[in-house]
Each structure stands twice: as structure tokens, then as C-alpha cells.
């Protein structure tokens, strides 16, 4: 499917993209608190990239990097691990058409998908309401029709969309960065399962000190008949479907999809580095 992405539309959605975070350049303000009556919220902007952090009170003590946005060019991906993930926009032959994403954070993915995919629907959800605010007044999202986000569970959120996705994001870790193990569950799979379309893809961001990564892994693969990874400096990123994706297509769909997309991050070399498990590393590792 050949998508024109310098048309009006587009040009147009990526300069009103900027202008809502253009403000943000000329603050003063190193870091902010945002107010949440669930958990700390910190915000800081570092010349022209603006992070979210997450922290429990009692502590005070940061998460990872939660989400990042440079500020002048808002639509490329600056962590890694969400270039890899964003592989799910070429899973199919088609562009995708419904996008639910556990863990919205700052919005990154979900005003990737928004933009590339003029007909796309995202849904998804985080747990604290101040999150998805901050999205909006911090990382340049514009909640129109197009979205439907929620402040929820992610499990409990998904069991009310009465709809197929063609993508499912799995990216929902506490206030301290541990991953939230009851997304990982067999039983949480199987409804992702439910909730996809026969060629839908589900992406899960694990990280590799996770201690209960391998039964993580071990759940989707009795779910799943076909599991890849993306793995490097302790990320790990895993794509569950219910058919199989052959590698030698996605990877032409990629490099097709960043050269006509003007991509500025190295999209078709993460296609390229995808691998499919071994699940003897995860059964008896």
C-alpha cells in the first residue's frame, strides 16, 4: 500500500505537532513535579528534549526514562526500544487500522501510529489520569476523535474494547521500572490473543534483569505459535502472532516504510536484527 507522507495532511499534522510543544522550548524550568494523587511525576527538559519520569513518594527515587520527545523534531523516536517496538506498524501487508497500546505514558507511539495512519484508531490506557494529562500539556497530544484512552488497568481496560486490533503494545512497568507481571501472565495473553485479528502482532517491552523473564517468555510462547525478538544492552523486545511473519518481507516493508516516510532512526537495521526465540534459552536456561 503506497502512502503519500509529504502530503498536505501530513506536513500539516507534523507542524501542529510542534507549534503545541514549541512553549516548552523557551521555559526556564529544568525540572517540574506534576501533581498525581497516585505517584510522583517528574518532568525535566534538557535543551531541546523534554523526559518523563515516574517515582515512588516515600523515595523520591527516579524511574528509567519513561518517555522522551525532542522538542524540534517530536515524530522521531529517541529511545531504542520504541523504534523497535513501532516494527509493528509493518507487521502486515496493510497499514494498521486499530492500535491498542497498555502503558500510554508521554504518547510517543501512540502519535507515531496517529500521524503515519491517517485512518487509524489508537486506544489504550495508564493507570494514573495525571499521566495521560501530561501527554497532552507536556508531549504534543492531541486527544481528537482518533483516540480513546483511558485512566485503567490495562488488563481490566482491554476486556471492555469490544474490538480486533491489529496491534497490541504491551509497555506498563511501576513507578520503581519493575514490569507488571499480571501483563505477562498466560491468561493475559490469551485474551491478547482473543483481541487480535488473524494477522494482528502483539510487542511487549521486557527488560533482561527481569528475574521472571523467562516464564514471561514461556506464557506467550504457550499462547503464540510464533514469537521474534529484538534483544541489545538489556533491552528485550518480543512480537507474538498467531501466523507466522516471515522475516524477508517485513524487513522489505520496513526499509520501504523508512525511506517513504523520511525515518531519521535506524528502522529497517532493527527489521534486520530481529530473531525468532529459542525457547529452549527460556524453558531450561
Same mark, same amino acid.
Given at each position: 500500500m503506497t502512502v503519500n507522507y509529504d502530503s498536505e495532511w501530513h506536513i500539516k499534522n507534523a507542524s501542529d505537532i510542534r507549534a503545541r510543544l514549541s512553549p516548552h522550548l523557551d521555559t526556564k524550568e529544568l525540572a517540574q513535579i506534576i501533581p498525581s494523587s497516585l505517584q510522583g511525576i517528574f518532568v525535566r527538559t534538557i535543551d531541546d528534549v523534554m523526559e518523563l519520569y515516574c517515582y515512588e513518594p516515600e523515595t523520591r527515587d527516579l524511574s528509567d526514562i519513561m518517555s522522551r520527545v525532542n522538542l524540534n523534531a517530536p515524530l522521531d523516536l529517541i529511545a531504542v526500544y520504541s523504534q523497535v517496538m513501532f516494527l509493528t506498524q509493518v507487521w502486515q501487508q496493510m497499514s494498521p487500522k486499530r492500535v491498542y497500546i497498555a502503558g500510554f505514558g508521554g504518547g510517543r507511539l501512540g502519535m507515531a501510529y496517529h500521524h503515519y495512519n491517517r485512518d487509524v484508531f489508537v486506544d489504550g490506557s495508564d493507570f494514573d489520569p495525571a499521566i495521560l494529562e501530561v501527554a497532552r500539556s507536556h508531549f504534543g497530544i492531541e486527544y481528537d476523535d482518533r483516540y480513546s484512552i483511558a485512566a485503567a488497568d490495562s488488563a481490566q481496560d482491554l476486556e471492555t474494547r469490544e474490538t480486533l486490533y491489529d496491534i497490541i503494545i504491551?509497555?506498563?512497568?511501576?513507578?520503581?521500572?519493575?514490569?507488571? *507481571?499480571?501483563? #505477562? @501472565?498466560?491468561?493475559?495473553?490469551?485474551?491478547?490473543? =482473543?483481541?487480535?485479528?488473524?494477522?494482528? !502482532?502483539? %510487542?511487549?517491552?521486557?527488560?533482561?534483569?527481569?528475574?521472571?523473564?523467562?516464564?514471561?517468555? *514461556?506464557?506467550? #510462547? @504457550?499462547?503464540?505459535?510464533?514469537?521474534?525478538?529484538? =534483544?541489545?544492552?538489556?533491552?528485550?523486545? !518480543?512480537? %507474538?502472532?498467531?501466523?507466522?511473519?516471515?522475516?524477508?518481507?517485513?524487513?522489505?516493508?520496513?526499509?520501504?516504510?523508512?525511506?517513504?516516510?523520511?525515518?531519521?532512526?535506524?528502522?529497517?537495521?532493527?527489521?534486520?536484527a530481529l530473531q525468532l526465540v529459542d525457547l529452549a534459552e527460556y524453558r531450561f536456561g
Open positions: 504491551i509497555d506498563v512497568f511501576s513507578n520503581s521500572g519493575q514490569h507488571a *507481571s499480571h501483563l #505477562a @501472565s498466560r491468561e493475559f495473553f490469551t485474551k491478547c490473543r =482473543r483481541k487480535l485479528n488473524a494477522d494482528g !502482532v502483539l %510487542a511487549i517491552n521486557l527488560i533482561e534483569r527481569d528475574p521472571e523473564r523467562s516464564a514471561k517468555i *514461556s506464557n506467550m #510462547a @504457550s499462547v503464540f505459535p510464533q514469537l521474534m525478538e529484538w =534483544r541489545q544492552q538489556g533491552s528485550h523486545i !518480543v512480537f %507474538a502472532s498467531k501466523t507466522e511473519a516471515r522475516k524477508h518481507a517485513l524487513l522489505k516493508r520496513a526499509e520501504t516504510f523508512e525511506r517513504d516516510a523520511n525515518l531519521t532512526f535506524p528502522y529497517s537495521e532493527h527489521a534486520k
